[in-house]
């Protein structure tokens, strides 16, 4: 399997799980108990070295333009693998947690483009956190705490997450040019948090 294609499909798959904390957290009441299972999604991904756009976007400015260019594929095969579930979920007895997306998704659009692009820096700066903690932290218990507590703390602040409301997007059914224009700067605004600290570490 060449390196590009294995790229993709493993992307792919790190969208079906956002696609599965998604649907977790749409079909439980609680934002707090929904929050705390959506991060099976990130706790899969890095336990089995899936591809996430928030995660790898992160060490952008540590590697060559090979990975600058599977980023942008692994940004694909995440849309590819949120729409995927959600039409896969969208024939089965649980499809009503739609009408869910939908209201979530309808604020998120009467939203301004420049407060999505602060709470998406925001967003991936939590990310960061998690999934760096995840990866270096020499701590066993440390390394879950930095996965959960990153994870649950940018969606109970309601920070924006692209690949979590490409899920949101698809299982409402509402895509279009703004739905566009939002996700690309949900993305960007998940790139600049990303950056943030790898970008201060350099410094000296």
Same mark, same amino acid.
């Given at each position: ?15 079906? =799980? ?36 928030? *995660? ?18 692994? %940004? ?6 949120? %729409? ?19 209201? /979530? ?13 602060? /709470?998406?820096?925001? =967003? ?25 507590? *990153? ?23 509402? %895509? ?18 990303? %950056? ?9």
């Amino acid at each position: 399997m060449g390196s590009g294609l294995k790229t993709f499909l493993y992307a792919v798959v790190a969208g079906l =799980c956002i696609a599965v904390g998604g649907t977790v957290f749409l079909s439980i009441e609680n934002k707090i108990i929904g929050a705390l299972f959506f991060t099976v999604a990130l706790f899969t991904i890095c336990t089995f070295g899936l591809n996430l756009y928030t *995660g790898k976007v992160c060490y952008l400015f540590e590697n060559d333009r090979k990975y600058a260019l599977n980023v942008l594929i692994i %940004w694909l095969g995440n849309l590819v693998g949120t %729409w995927a579930s959600s039409m896969l979920i969208g024939a089965t007895r649980i499809a009503g947690i739609a009408e869910k997306a939908a209201a /979530l998704c309808q604020v998120k659009f009467d939203d301004s483009l420049v407060s999505i692009f602060i /709470l998406a820096i925001f =967003c991936n700066l939590m990310i960061f956190i998690g999934v760096d903690g995840y990866k270096n932290n020499p701590h066993e218990v440390g390394k879950y705490l930095a996965l959960f507590f *990153g994870v649950m703390v940018f969606i109970l602040c309601g920070f924006e997450h692209c690949i979590a409301n490409m899920f949101y997007i698809s299982m409402a059914g509402m %895509w279009s040019g703004k739905a566009v224009v939002f996700l690309i700067v949900n993305t960007l605004g998940n790139a600049v948090g990303g %950056w943030i600290v790898p970008l201060l570490r350099k410094v000296k």
